[in-house]
T-cell receptor
Framework: EADIYQTPRYLVIGTGKKITLECSQT?????MYWYQQDPGMELHLIHY???????EKGDLSSESTVSRIRTEHFPLTLESARPSHTSQYLC???????????????FGEGSWLTVV | QKEVEQDPGPLSVPEGAIVSLNCTYS??????FMWYRQYSRKGPELLMY??SSGNKEDGRFTAQVDKSSKYISLFIRDSQPSDSATYLC???????????WGAGTKLIIKP
């Protein structure tokens, strides 16, 4: 079972608020990811990191920002939330050294964000 | 047009049936093919992955890749109600590229 944790699981906030979605993994994985998933839709990569102090934007444009100051921690921040940000956000990690093909991505349980 | 197409379902079958789930893709450069299972309000979990063409079996699950047709399948034998979930296919060119995901097929196994 994957040891990757996301908080909060569910959040309802007002427009214009700043929020941070927390993600931590205890597996020592070097790669971490944030995906956005709307119901019945594909997962879209919004941010990824290959290690400490490394962050890149994914395929889907996002107004969120991320940081990777510690290997195990990869928080996602929205400075000013809007209703269009309502979605499920999934954090994930993988170990490029252990799995040379990089195929085994472990996901957290997700954070459901509703902006009203 | 999406790079990976997957019928959203829902696909409803009786317990014990053989289930066939499929994805088609357009990019012939894809080499790694994965199937993830996602229960409601949970994150996806990896079920199986295959490299290039061929079959791979793991218990009641068999993954099949036909690169000539750009078509992949996941078969579930002796389906159980606990198999009810959304099944996502994903693929990539190689380990340096990000995964491209299907939208998922919702599977319902009726007791």
């Amino acid at each position: 079972e994957a040891d990757i944790y996301q908080t909060p699981r569910y959040l309802v906030i007002g427009t214009g608020k700043k929020i941070t979605l927390e993600c931590s993994q205890t597996m020592g994985h070097d790669k971490m990811y944030w995906y956005q998933q709307d119901p019945g839709m594909e997962l879209h990569l919004i941010h990824y990191s290959y290690g400490v102090n490394s962050t890149e934007k994914g395929d889907l444009s996002s107004e969120s920002t991320v940081s990777r100051i510690r290997t195990e921690h990869f928080p996602l921040t929205l400075e000013s939330a809007r209703p269009s940000h309502t979605s499920q956000y999934l954090c994930a990690s993988s170990d490029s050294k252990k799995d040379i093909s990089g195929n085994t991505i472990y996901f957290g349980e997700g954070s459901w964000l509703t902006v009203v | 047009q999406k790079e990976v197409e997957q019928d959203p379902g829902p696909l409803s079958v009786p317990e014990g049936a053989i289930v066939s789930l499929n994805c088609t893709y357009s990019n012939s450069a894809f080499q790694y093919f994965m199937w993830y299972r996602q229960y409601s309000r949970k994150g996806p979990e990896l079920l199986m992955y295959t490299y290039s063409s061929g079959n791979k079996e793991d218990g009641r699950f068999t993954a099949q890749v036909d690169k000539s047709s750009k078509y992949i399948s996941l078969f579930i034998r002796d389906s159980q109600p606990s198999d009810s979930a959304t099944y996502l296919c994903a693929m990539r060119k190689d380990s340096n590229y990000q995964l491209i995901w299907g939208a998922g097929t919702k599977l319902i196994i009726k007791p």
